[in-house]
C-alpha cells in the first residue's frame, strides 16, 4: 500500500492495518479499531480473500482534507484501500433521526431503548458507528474487483451486500449490538416513503449519494431490512453466495437477468429485494 501523506494524524499501533485518528477521538479510534479488526478476519474468512485496509478515524476539522467532503459524518472509502469515519457525532446524524411526533408509539418507545441518552434526546451514534464494517465491504470489493466504487451490476445490490456484511458480522461477533443496528433501520422503513422525493431503485441508480441525506437513509435503511431477511434464511452462508455473484457479474445485465441469477445463485429472498420494491 502506498503511503500518504497523514503527518497531521497520529497513529494507532496493534492492528492487522493502518489507523490514523485526530486528536482527541482517541476513545472512539480504539473502539473502531478493534471492531474492524474484527470485521477484517471475519471477512477474509468468509469471502476467502484478504484485502488491504488503511483506517482514518477524523474529527471535523480534519474531515474535508482527507474526504473532499464539507458533510462531516458519512462513513466512505475515498479510495480502493481507505476508510474513513467520524471520531466524534456529527449533526448530521441528528438530521437523519425522525422526529417523535413521526412515530407509532411503539416505534417512538423502541428508539428511545435503544438510542436514549441521559438528557433524554436520542443520538444513534451506536448504529453509524457499526457502518464502518458496512465500508469494509466495499473495500473487499472494490479490491476483488479492480474497480474502486464497483457498481456493476448495480449500486443498489453493491449496498445490499455491504449491509449484508455487516448484518452478518454483528450476528456472529456482536450480537449485543444487533438492537442498535436493526432498530434505526427498521424505525426508518416503517415510516414508509411518501414524505420523500425519491423511492424507485432507478432513482437510486441515478442519484446515488447526491440525494438528501434523509432520503439516502431510507434506501439503505431498506436495504439492511432486506440483508437481514437474507441473513435470516440462510445465516452466513449467503454472503459469499452474494459475493460470488457480484464478482461473476458484468456491465448491461437487464432487471431481468440480475433478478433470475440472484434466484439461482443467492436465494429467492434475494430476488424480491428487486421483483418487490415499490415502483
Given at each position: ?14 492492528y ?7 486528536a ?9 479499531a ?7 478476519g ?10 488491504q485496509?488503511c ?8 474531515w ?20 474513513v ?28 431503548e ?8 436520542l443520538?444513534?451514534?451506536p ?17 476483488a ?5 464497483f ?21 456472529a461477533?456482536e ?12 424505525t ?15 432513482k437510486?441508480?441515478e ?25 435470516d ?12 455473484m ?9 432487471d431481468a ?23
Open positions: 500500500m502506498s503511503q500518504k501523506n497523514y503527518s497531521s494524524l497520529s497513529k494507532l499501533s496493534g492487522s492495518f493502518p489507523v490514523y485518528l485526530s482527541g477521538t482517541e476513545d472512539r479510534a480504539q473502539k473502531i478493534k471492531r474492524c479488526e474484527g470485521a477484517y471475519f471477512l477474509r474468512t468468509t469471502l476467502a480473500f484478504e484485502a485496509v483506517i482514518l478515524v477524523l474529527a471535523p476539522e480534519h474535508k482534507e482527507y474526504t473532499g467532503s464539507a458533510r462531516y459524518g458519512v462513513p466512505q472509502t475515498t479510495d480502493a484501500r481507505t476508510l469515519v467520524a471520531g466524534r457525532d456529527s449533526e448530521l446524524w441528528q438530521m437523519i433521526v425522525p422526529p417523535p411526533e413521526t412515530l407509532s408509539p411503539l416505534a417512538a418507545q423502541a428508539m428511545r435503544v438510542y436514549a441518552q441521559s438528557d433524554g434526546s443520538s444513534v451514534a448504529y453509524m458507528n457499526l457502518l464502518a464494517v458496512h465500508e469494509i465491504g466495499h473495500l473487499y470489493l472494490d479490491q474487483t479492480g474497480k474502486f466504487d457498481k456493476l451490476p448495480r449500486r443498489w445490490l453493491v449496498e445490499l451486500y455491504c449491509n449484508l456484511c455487516l448484518h452478518a458480522y454483528v450476528a461477533l450480537p449485543e449490538q444487533l438492537p442498535a443496528l436493526e432498530t434505526f433501520p427498521q426508518i422503513v416503517d415510516l414508509g416513503f411518501a414524505h420523500l422525493p425519491h423511492h424507485t431503485l432507478n437510486f441508480e442519484l446515488y449519494a447526491g440525494m438528501p441525506p434523509q432520503n439516502f437513509i431510507w434506501y439503505l435503511s431498506k436495504l439492511h431490512v432486506a440483508a437481514k431477511r437474507l441473513y434464511s440462510r445465516g452466513v452462508e449467503i454472503l459469499p453466495r452474494v459475493w460470488k457480484l464478482l461473476n457479474s458484468s456491465e448491461g445485465e437487464s437477468q440480475v433478478a433470475e441469477r440472484l434466484r439461482a445463485e443467492v436465494h429467492h429472498e434475494a430476488k424480491r429485494v428487486l421483483t418487490a420494491w415499490p415502483a
